[in-house]
């Protein structure tokens, strides 16, 4: 299978990115299973941008029970592990991406399918978790926070990227091209006023917030799928928010 992976916006032929309009869209267990096999393969600006930005700020994880919500291939699960967190799951809804996640070493044993709405597990279970580009995917917002709030251990920080709402706006979209055709994966948008609402009415605070753009490090990927062109123009517009809640001590 040929495919081209990603993020929607301005380059239609850079790996990680789309900008004709799809083909058709899907829903997000169907696009994630047949986006699985490729997923890996080709690198992508957007998850490049986000690793920059947040790998630095991770906390000490020794000794932690840590959760990787939708942990797709287990990118983030990984890096949790080699963190030293005593106990790490990654959960995901796509038998296909959570298959690709098993065939690496650190993740094989770590993994549960499950939907991020009805979280599988005891009341104040975890210290730490992430949820990478996963929540514009989730119709019920509430019930994912609910969840959330009786999972995670007071002050348990909760780290949450996904795709801009100004980059959504603009059409960067969520989905990827193989051989039959372009797809896009179905998304609810919202606006982060609204995102951090929720949140806080779920029993969380906001310890910050912020939009990135890409910069000079994603440069190289534009180069090697000879969209140089397109970088400058790409550059422009927050690509990924950032925010950081931490479950409020009851």
Wanted: net charge neutral; aromatic share 10%.
């Amino acid at each position: 299978m040929s495919s081209a992976s990603g993020f929607a916006a301005q380059s239609p032929n850079l790996p990680g990115w789309q900008s004709h309009t799809p083909d058709v869209e899907i829903s997000v267990e169907a696009g994630y299973d047949r986006w699985a096999r490729s997923y890996d393969t080709f690198p992508n600006p957007i998850l490049a941008r986000e690793e920059r930005y947040v790998l630095p700020l991770l906390p000490p994880l020794e000794g932690k029970h840590a959760l990787d919500l939708a942990c797709g291939t287990g990118r983030w699960l990984e890096v949790l592990i080699d963190r030293g967190v005593k106990c790490a799951v990654g959960i995901d809804a796509s038998p296909a991406m959570l298959n690709v996640a098993r065939a690496k070493p650190l993740a094989r044993e770590s993994l549960l399918r499950a939907d991020c709405t009805q979280l599988p597990f005891a009341f104040a279970t975890f210290d730490f978790a992430i949820c990478s580009f996963a929540l514009s995917h989730i119709g019920e917002l509430r019930n994912f926070v609910g969840g959330m709030s009786r999972i995670m251990q007071p002050r348990a920080d909760l780290f949450l990227t996904d795709i801009h709402p100004e980059a959504a706006a603009m059409g960067w979209r969520t989905g990827f091209r193989d051989d039959s055709s372009r797809v896009s994966i179905e998304v609810f948008p919202r606006r982060i006023e609204k995102i951090l609402q929720v949140f806080v009415a779920g029993g969380f605070e906001c310890v910050t917030h912020v939009g990135l753009c890409l910069g000079k490090p994603e440069k190289p990927i534009f180069v090697r799928a000879n969209r140089e062109a397109s970088f400058e123009r790409a550059c422009r517009v927050p690509a990924i928010y950032f925010a950081h809640f931490r479950r409020i001590a009851s």
